[in-house]
């Protein structure tokens, strides 16, 4: 079988296609025939060793995939070959087949189709427990997402929409703010690209606080951090819920008197800590997105699809800031 490997630190030019013996189903695990791998931006960060995770070398990149079971480990009792299914893998998507403990896989509904599904659990699994279990997120409240158009962010947008907020969608262009109003998002703002000196980031707040309203943002959703993040948490309501999520422009340094003169609370999102410590509140929270999905109400744009071989220009794609929505690569 095929896979993308990295087999030297450095970005999505390094990654080389390499033939591999196909893996073994150990007990409590499956392998799975990979149809998509969904692209996210740990898969930038990981390449480079900048993610909090570092697999040993070779490996490939790919945290989340959809595909076809091919063989089950002894005592896997919830999947059979032929099931199809999705599953956070960490790494390794990013390859024609893929052996994991067969805990990580979720069957899905027949009509899903394998590019959205593989499109589906990294960016809505985020967002529902940001929004939901860490920002408490009420119907009729001001959302603001940052990044509104990037993998997470529109899925912030969808969510926060189907949980009743009025969604004020922030990104770097009209096209991505446009897409996120078509996802649900009620107002949006068009922000310039930083890095910021003082009085841009004081503009960039006014802009915030203007697309918001007098009250400012209940929640904040902030995947993009650098200079963005201390502008909207200037913007953020009194008792409101900034949600740390993410940092593609940088991890930015927050002065905490904000957070006093706002009575607001700075709440870390670490979604992968958390479907590890509480795996039957993930399970829980996997099953509610599914009926999301299942009612129309949730749904993956996917906008780029790459094969196999061209992984890493999907890598690059999303690292160059132009990707709208989800990009997949495709394993026929
Ligand atoms: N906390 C968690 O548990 C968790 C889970 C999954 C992902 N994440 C993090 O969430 C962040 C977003 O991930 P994603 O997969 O949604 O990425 P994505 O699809 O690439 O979206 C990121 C967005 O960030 C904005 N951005 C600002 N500066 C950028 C830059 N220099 N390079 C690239 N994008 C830039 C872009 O929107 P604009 O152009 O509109 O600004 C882009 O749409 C990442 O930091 C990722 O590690 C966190």
Not at 130 to 152: M, Y
Not at 248 to 277: H, Q, T, Y
Not at 278 to 287: K, L
């Given at each position: 079988m095929k896979a993308v490997l990295s087999k030297s630190v450095g970005g999505p030019e390094t990654l080389v296609l390499e033939e591999l013996p196909s893996p073994e189903a150990k007990p409590g695990w499956a392998v799975v025939s990979v149809k998509a791998c969904g692209v996210n931006y740990p898969d930038v960060l990981i390449i480079e060793d900048k993610y909090q995770f570092k697999p040993p070398r070779p490996f490939s990149p790919g945290g989340e995939i959809s595909g076809v079971v091919k063989a089950v480990g002894e005592g896997v009792i919830h999947l059979e070959p032929g099931d199809r299914v999705l599953g956070n893998t960490g790494a390794g998507g990013m390859a024609e087949e893929i052996a994991l403990d067969a805990s990580r896989l979720v069957p899905i509904p027949p009509a899903m189709p394998f590019d959205e599904a593989a499109a589906f659990l990294m960016t809505y699994g985020t967002s529902?427990?940001?929004?939901?279990?860490?920002?408490?997120?009420?119907?009729?409240?001001?959302?603001?997402?940052?990044?509104?158009?990037?993998?997470?962010g529109l899925a912030a947008v969808e969510l926060g929409a189907a949980m009743g907020a009025r969604v004020v969608a922030a990104a770097s262009s009209r096209e991505k703010v446009d897409l996120a109003k078509a996802h649900g998002a009620q107002a949006g703002?068009?922000?310039?690209?930083?890095?910021?000196?003082?009085?841009?980031?004081?503009?960039?707040?006014?802009?915030?606080?203007?697309?918001?309203?007098?009250?400012?943002?209940?929640?904040?959703?902030?995947?993009?951090?650098?200079?963005?993040?201390?502008?909207?948490?200037?913007?953020?309501?009194?008792?409101?819920?900034?949600?740390?999520?993410?940092?593609?422009?940088?991890?930015?340094?927050?002065?905490?008197?904000?957070?006093?003169?706002?009575?607001?609370?700075?709440?870390?999102?670490?979604?992968?800590?958390?479907?590890?410590?509480?795996?039957?509140?993930?399970?829980?929270?996997?099953?509610?997105?599914?009926?999301?999905?299942?009612?129309?109400?949730?749904?993956?744009?996917?906008?780029?699809?790459?094969?196999?071989?061209?992984?890493?220009?999907?890598?690059?794609?999303?690292?160059?800031?132009?990707?709208l929505g989800k990009v997949v690569v495709t394993i026929d």
């Open positions: 529902y427990y940001a929004l939901k279990d860490r920002g408490h997120l009420r119907a009729g409240e001001t959302l603001l997402v940052l990044g509104a158009a990037g993998g997470v703002v068009v922000y310039p690209k930083g890095p910021f000196d003082r009085d841009g980031q004081k503009a960039l707040a006014d802009l915030f606080k203007q697309a918001c309203g007098e009250g400012g943002a209940d929640v904040v959703y902030d995947g993009v951090g650098g200079d963005y993040a201390e502008a909207a948490l200037r913007c953020t309501a009194w008792e409101g819920r900034f949600l740390v999520i993410g940092f593609p422009a940088g991890i930015p340094r927050i002065p905490l008197n904000l957070a006093l003169l706002k009575g607001c609370d700075i709440v870390g999102v670490f979604w992968g800590a958390a479907v590890a410590r509480d795996p039957a509140a993930h399970q829980r929270n996997v099953r509610e997105l599914l009926d999301l999905y299942a009612a129309g109400k949730i749904r993956p744009h996917v906008s780029e699809r790459f094969p196999l071989a061209r992984a890493g220009e999907a890598i690059a794609h999303l690292a160059s800031r132009k990707a």
